[in-house]
């Protein structure tokens, strides 16, 4: 008998949240919708939370221009040589002038607290096709 592989384990990240306690649970939450309404207070609109990762949190909004951007934050919990990895992407992103490539509109870094405002790339993300295609992708 083969025993199942320890990379099927899932748990919906909507679902995660429950393992937290609820006072950590709802700063997260908490914390998410400051991140929205901060960033319609800045003009944009149609925001939505994409997810959250080990190194911070992923938003999404459109400007007045009607132009679609991401927004990464790191999340300043994280020692600083692990928030600086969002710089370097920002950085090593902004050399590379390519169709299938998000430019970046700007990366700043307010106090501890990183963000990167990329361009939002077209069509379904990543993780929707991994889904529709009953494919995991190597962690």
């Not at 990240?13 to 306690?21: A, G, H, N, R, V």
């Not at 901060?38 to 999404?60: C, P």
Request: hydrophobic share 40%.
């Amino acid at each position: 008998m083969t025993r199942p592989l320890l990379q099927q384990f899932y748990i919906n990240e909507e679902q995660s949240i429950y393992l937290m306690s609820h006072e950590d649970a709802q700063k997260i939450k908490d914390w998410v919708q400051l991140c929205m309404d901060q960033l319609g207070l800045l003009g944009f609109s149609d925001i939505e939370f994409i997810g959250k990762g080990a190194y911070g949190f992923v938003f999404a909004g459109r400007s007045n221009e009607l132009t679609d951007y991401v927004f990464k934050f790191s999340r300043i919990n994280l020692p600083q040589a692990v928030q600086d990895r969002l710089e370097d992407e920002a950085w090593m992103q902004s050399q590379v002038l390519h169709p299938g490539i998000p430019a970046v509109s700007e990366y700043t870094r307010i106090s501890r607290q990183s963000v990167l405002m990329m361009e939002r790339a077209p069509g379904m993300d990543l993780e929707a096709i991994q889904f529709s295609k009953g494919v995991s992708l190597p962690v």
